[in-house]
């Protein structure tokens, strides 16, 4: 039994804590973009530092003909699940067991997209997990940050794929200000250029860059209002449109030092122009493969440079892929104890019950009773989730309230909406969709294989959603009151392990708190298949 700070979870509740690792294997990052599909294979080693094993990019056209109709193309996931087996394969030959592998735009858009991440698992053994925008550009700025000393120097980090653009602002610390634009090279190609062989006229370059703009105008605004110093470009589009603009200088090793000037790169996008696609396949510098979407690029970047006020930019060949890597070290190894901070994910869901006004002090008390219970229902056996089920758990309870933000009535209702339908940062798409099951189904009924908040989620994650809403309505009827009467409760199977008791230690009578949990015996009784009896612990 512990007892529950009304304000901080404590420490040894907190499931965000990183634990000191001894050893770690190597592991395997996968990112799935619009374009390619890049691998990395690393051993990871004291102080958040790690070995290259292996990496290897294959370029794919994924979202290839994608955006017009929403639907990945047969050809298109064949081709990408020949790849991502093939990637599967190498790191196994290196004895990886953990292969991370995340997917962006392409498929975070396509309608289809089950039918990949199906095909992911059945043939090439993984499980893909799609990310948002937001986590994109959050990861990206992570990879580049992983590159270069920032402090306290404020940055923007840019990344044009084929699907979307990331912008991300931040400093040493960290970002600040995620963007994700639907500008990627691929796609604007379809909209402008698709099967156009020849030169591109002025006009439609200029048609581009108002397309662009248009888009581009309220990220760019956030972007704006919170200021940087410099400006990083990362992956294919900008590095190639930037190793163009470097072999034309004519100054060897010594320019490429140098970062890439705005007008350097408008007088490449217009040579680039000027050339039909065969002849742009033979400009120095240029990827081949990317004759035919390199001037949609070119819109994108030197457009949201020139909005933005920015004359050059430094390249960073790290991007996405260097982005997991960093987060999974972060996770992997505890903070510096003189730097203390508290996880992302936690970060991120603090802000949105911030936003939302929830009564945190509440909230906290209700998380760490949730705690508490699935601690001790583990120790008796009524579940076997582990660390990562009870920092959901932890989240969820965190979050429980939110719907209040709409309106009371019905807020858990309102709740599952709001944490749905938030780009929480750190999560992968099925955790937020858990956490928000967990928030609507709190209170009042338990979520049915056919809830729409759990329709999306395999069997065993609805059997966990079921489970820690289950303790989350428990742990929110002991603090019925706002009150943090509750200062700890003690779970105990009694009558041959048929009735569950709840014992609470109170400083004070608590008789509404033990109402509030009677009112879930039937709930119980349901889940765990216990008889509920309350009580409160003797003076």
């Known amino acids: ?101 995340l997917g962006t735009a392409a498929l975070r858009e396509a309608a289809n997209q089950n039918e990949f991440v199906e095909r992911a698992h059945d043939d090439a053994g993984v499980e893909v997990t799609v990310i948002s925008g937001a986590e994109e550009a959050r990861l990206i700025f992570l990879g580049v940050a992983s590159g ?19 912008l991300a602002v931040g400093d040493g610390s960290g970002p600040e200000v995620l963007e994700s634009l639907k500008l990627g090279a691929i796609r604007m190609a379809g909209i402008f250029t698709e099967g156009e062989a020849g030169p591109i006229q002025p006009q439609l370059y200029r048609r581009m860059q108002d397309y662009v703009r248009g888009v581009a105008v309220h990220s760019l605004q956030r972007v704006r209002e919170s200021g940087f110093q410099t400006m990083y470009g990362s992956s294919g589009t900008i590095m190639n449109l930037a190793e163009i603009a470097i072999r034309a200088r004519l100054e060897g090793s010594e320019g490429r030092s140098r970062p890439v000037q705005l007008d350097e790169l408008e007088a490449q996008a217009a040579r680039l122009c000027a050339l039909p696609v065969e002849l742009r396949r033979k400009v120095p510098g240029i990827n081949p493969e990317r004759a035919d979407i390199i001037v949609p690029g070119a819109a994108v970047l030197t457009s949201i440079m020139r909005e933005l006020g920015v004359t050059e930019i430094t390249i960073s060949e790290r991007a996405l892929r260097e982005g997991i890597i960093a987060d999974r070290l972060n996770r992997m190894f505890p903070q510096a104890p003189d730097q203390p901070q508290d996880p992302i994910r936690l970060r991120s869901v603090l802000q949105l019950a911030r936003r939302c006004q929830f009564e945190e002090a509440h909230a906290r008390v209700v998380a760490g009773l949730t705690c508490d219970l699935f601690d001790q229902f583990r120790e008796l056996s009524l579940h076997d989730f582990g660390t990562h089920e009870r920092e959901l758990a932890h989240y969820g309870a965190l979050l429980h309230d939110v719907g209040g933000f709409v309106s009371y009535t019905d807020h858990h209702r309102h709740g599952y909406y709001l944490v749905r339908y938030s780009p929480l940062l750190g999560f992968d798409s099925a955790e937020i969709q858990m956490m928000a099951a967990i928030v609507q189904h709190h209170r009042k009924s338990l979520p ?14 609805r059997h966990v959603v079921t489970v820690l809403s289950t303790l989350v309505r428990l742990a929110e009827a002991m603090d019925r009151g706002h009150l943090a009467q509750v200062r700890g409760v003690r779970v105990l199977l009694e009558d041959k392990g048929r009735t569950l008791m709840l014992e609470l230690e109170a400083e004070s009578d608590c008789q509404l708190e033990l109402w509030g949990l009677r009112n879930h015996a039937a709930a119980v009784l349901e889940v765990f298949g216990r008889i509920l009896q309350t009580r409160q612990k003797a003076a």
Do not use: W
């Open 1 to 101: 039994m512990s007892l529950v700070s009304t304000s901080a979870v404590p420490a040894h509740l907190d499931p965000a804590a990183p634990a000191p690792v001894t050893f770690v294997p190597p592991f395997a990052v996968v990112d799935i973009g619009t374009n390619s599909i890049r691998l990395g294979v690393v051993k990871p080693e004291p102080g958040r530092a790690y070995s290259l094993l292996a990496l290897h990019k294959e370029s794919i056209r994924l979202g290839e003909g994608e955006f017009a109709t929403n639907h990945l193309t047969p050809a298109a996931i064949n081709r990408g699940i020949l790849v991502l087996s093939k990637f599967a394969d190498v790191a196994r030959g290196y004895g990886v067991s953990d292969i991370t592998v």
């Open 148 to 166: 270069v000393d920032l402090g306290t120097q404020r940055a923007l980090v840019m990344d044009i794929g084929g699907g979307s653009t990331e």
């Open 448 to 461: 049915k294989r056919k809830s729409e908040s759990v329709a999306d989620l395999n069997r065993r994650q």
